[in-house]
Protein backbone atom coordinates (compact mmCIF):
# COMPACT_ATOMS: atom_id res chain seq x y z
CA UNK A 1 0.00 0.00 0.00
CA UNK A 2 2.91 2.21 0.99
CA UNK A 3 3.90 1.73 -2.89
CA UNK A 4 0.38 2.53 -3.95
CA UNK A 5 0.66 5.67 -1.96
CA UNK A 6 3.63 6.69 -3.41
CA UNK A 7 2.95 6.28 -7.31
CA UNK A 8 -0.29 8.20 -6.04
CA UNK A 9 1.39 11.56 -4.82
CA UNK A 10 4.67 11.46 -8.05
CA UNK A 11 1.55 11.20 -9.99
CA UNK A 12 -0.41 14.31 -8.37
CA UNK A 13 2.60 15.94 -8.51
CA UNK A 14 3.62 14.99 -12.32
CA UNK A 15 0.43 16.40 -12.98
CA UNK A 16 0.13 19.65 -11.24
CA UNK A 17 4.19 20.44 -12.31
CA UNK A 18 2.77 20.28 -15.89
CA UNK A 19 0.06 22.55 -15.74
CA UNK A 20 2.09 25.05 -13.33
CA UNK A 21 5.08 24.49 -15.60
CA UNK A 22 2.36 25.70 -18.61
CA UNK A 23 1.54 29.09 -16.96
CA UNK A 24 4.79 30.23 -15.80
CA UNK A 25 6.28 29.72 -19.17
CA UNK A 26 4.02 32.28 -21.05
CA UNK A 27 6.10 35.81 -22.42
CA UNK A 28 3.05 37.90 -22.69
CA UNK A 29 1.34 39.28 -19.18
CA UNK A 30 -1.96 39.21 -21.19
CA UNK A 31 -0.86 35.39 -21.84
CA UNK A 32 -0.10 35.02 -18.45
CA UNK A 33 -3.83 36.36 -17.27
CA UNK A 34 -5.31 34.17 -19.88
CA UNK A 35 -3.49 31.24 -19.13
CA UNK A 36 -3.84 31.62 -14.96
CA UNK A 37 -7.59 31.85 -16.17
CA UNK A 38 -7.23 28.29 -17.98
CA UNK A 39 -5.14 27.14 -15.07
CA UNK A 40 -8.11 27.99 -12.55
CA UNK A 41 -10.90 26.59 -14.63
CA UNK A 42 -8.80 23.35 -15.69
CA UNK A 43 -7.95 22.85 -12.47
CA UNK A 44 -11.52 23.54 -10.97
CA UNK A 45 -12.93 20.85 -13.38
CA UNK A 46 -10.40 18.52 -12.56
CA UNK A 47 -11.56 18.66 -9.08
CA UNK A 48 -14.93 18.59 -9.95
CA UNK A 49 -13.89 15.00 -11.61
CA UNK A 50 -12.02 14.09 -8.50
CA UNK A 51 -14.24 14.61 -6.16
CA UNK A 52 -17.28 12.98 -8.15
CA UNK A 53 -15.10 9.57 -9.05
CA UNK A 54 -14.29 9.16 -5.24
CA UNK A 55 -17.92 9.66 -4.65
CA UNK A 56 -16.82 11.52 -1.37
CA UNK A 57 -19.00 13.60 1.42
CA UNK A 58 -19.25 17.07 1.72
CA UNK A 59 -17.14 16.34 5.34
CA UNK A 60 -14.55 14.14 3.52
CA UNK A 61 -14.32 16.27 0.31
CA UNK A 62 -13.99 19.39 2.10
CA UNK A 63 -10.70 18.15 3.89
CA UNK A 64 -9.52 16.76 0.73
CA UNK A 65 -9.99 19.46 -0.85
CA UNK A 66 -8.55 21.93 1.63
CA UNK A 67 -5.19 19.41 2.04
CA UNK A 68 -4.95 19.37 -1.64
CA UNK A 69 -5.42 23.50 -2.04
CA UNK A 70 -2.25 23.46 0.56
CA UNK A 71 0.14 21.25 -1.37
CA UNK A 72 -0.47 22.54 -4.64
CA UNK A 73 0.76 26.05 -3.15
CA UNK A 74 3.73 24.44 -2.11
CA UNK A 75 4.28 22.41 -4.88
CA UNK A 76 4.10 24.99 -7.25
CA UNK A 77 6.20 27.32 -5.31
CA UNK A 78 9.16 24.61 -4.88
CA UNK A 79 8.70 23.72 -8.65
CA UNK A 80 9.46 27.68 -9.85
CA UNK A 81 12.23 27.62 -7.23
CA UNK A 82 13.37 24.51 -8.81
CA UNK A 83 12.89 26.06 -12.41
CA UNK A 84 14.62 29.40 -11.68
CA UNK A 85 17.42 27.51 -10.78
CA UNK A 86 17.67 25.15 -13.53
CA UNK A 87 17.41 27.99 -15.51
CA UNK A 88 21.01 29.67 -13.71
CA UNK A 89 22.49 26.28 -13.55
CA UNK A 90 22.52 26.54 -17.77
CA UNK A 91 23.95 30.08 -17.51
CA UNK A 92 26.62 28.77 -14.90
CA UNK A 93 27.64 26.02 -17.13
CA UNK A 94 27.64 28.27 -20.49
CA UNK A 95 29.77 30.81 -18.75
CA UNK A 96 31.79 28.23 -16.51
CA UNK A 97 31.29 29.85 -13.12
CA UNK A 98 32.43 26.58 -11.25
CA UNK A 99 31.04 27.99 -7.83
CA UNK A 100 28.28 29.12 -9.41
CA UNK A 101 27.34 25.34 -10.33
CA UNK A 102 28.37 24.12 -6.96
CA UNK A 103 25.89 26.55 -5.36
CA UNK A 104 23.38 25.70 -7.48
CA UNK A 105 23.61 22.07 -7.66
CA UNK A 106 23.29 22.41 -3.61
CA UNK A 107 19.94 24.26 -4.22
CA UNK A 108 18.78 22.28 -6.39
CA UNK A 109 19.41 18.93 -4.41
CA UNK A 110 18.10 20.31 -1.49
CA UNK A 111 14.61 21.53 -3.36
CA UNK A 112 14.33 18.63 -4.89
CA UNK A 113 14.67 16.86 -0.84
CA UNK A 114 12.04 19.48 0.29
CA UNK A 115 9.45 18.53 -2.62
CA UNK A 116 10.32 14.73 -1.80
CA UNK A 117 9.52 15.40 2.02
CA UNK A 118 6.28 17.51 1.10
CA UNK A 119 5.23 14.73 -0.96
CA UNK A 120 4.97 12.06 1.60
CA UNK A 121 3.64 14.63 3.96
CA UNK A 122 0.65 15.52 1.37
CA UNK A 123 0.42 11.08 0.99
CA UNK A 124 0.35 11.08 4.74
CA UNK A 125 -2.55 13.75 5.34
CA UNK A 126 -4.63 11.87 2.58
CA UNK A 127 -3.60 8.99 3.80
CA UNK A 128 -5.47 10.11 7.49
CA UNK A 129 -9.07 11.61 5.00
CA UNK A 130 -9.56 8.57 2.79
CA UNK A 131 -10.14 4.47 2.57
CA UNK A 132 -7.83 2.53 1.12
CA UNK A 133 -10.52 1.85 -1.53
CA UNK A 134 -10.84 5.67 -1.85
CA UNK A 135 -7.16 5.95 -2.33
CA UNK A 136 -6.93 3.22 -4.98
CA UNK A 137 -10.10 5.16 -6.88
CA UNK A 138 -7.66 8.83 -6.54
CA UNK A 139 -4.66 6.44 -8.05
CA UNK A 140 -6.82 5.03 -10.71
CA UNK A 141 -8.01 8.77 -11.46
CA UNK A 142 -4.71 10.25 -11.62
CA UNK A 143 -3.65 7.83 -13.62
CA UNK A 144 -6.51 8.08 -16.43
CA UNK A 145 -6.50 11.78 -15.87
CA UNK A 146 -2.78 12.02 -16.78
CA UNK A 147 -3.49 9.47 -19.89
CA UNK A 148 -6.06 11.55 -20.97
CA UNK A 149 -3.95 15.03 -20.31
CA UNK A 150 -0.71 13.63 -22.61
CA UNK A 151 -3.05 12.51 -24.92
CA UNK A 152 -4.65 15.91 -25.30
CA UNK A 153 -1.35 17.42 -24.94
CA UNK A 154 -0.23 15.63 -28.09
CA UNK A 155 -3.25 15.89 -30.35
CA UNK A 156 -2.85 19.91 -29.62
CA UNK A 157 0.72 19.70 -30.91
CA UNK A 158 0.09 17.17 -34.14
CA UNK A 159 1.98 14.18 -32.14
CA UNK A 160 0.10 11.37 -33.48
CA UNK A 161 1.20 8.30 -33.59
CA UNK A 162 1.87 6.29 -37.03
CA UNK A 163 -0.89 4.23 -37.13
CA UNK A 164 -3.42 7.40 -36.34
CA UNK A 165 -2.01 9.43 -39.23
Known amino acids: ?5 GVMVVLCLMMFAVTCNAETEAQDTGKK ?5 MHEKFKAERRKKLLKALDLDKETSAKLVAVLDSYDKKRHDAMKSMRDDIKGLREAVNNKKADDIKDLMGKIEDNHNALKATMESEKTEIKGILTQEQQAKLLLFMVDSRKQHWKSMSE ?9 K
Open 156 to 164: KHGHKKAEE
Open 33 to 37: VHKKE
Open 1 to 5: MKRLA
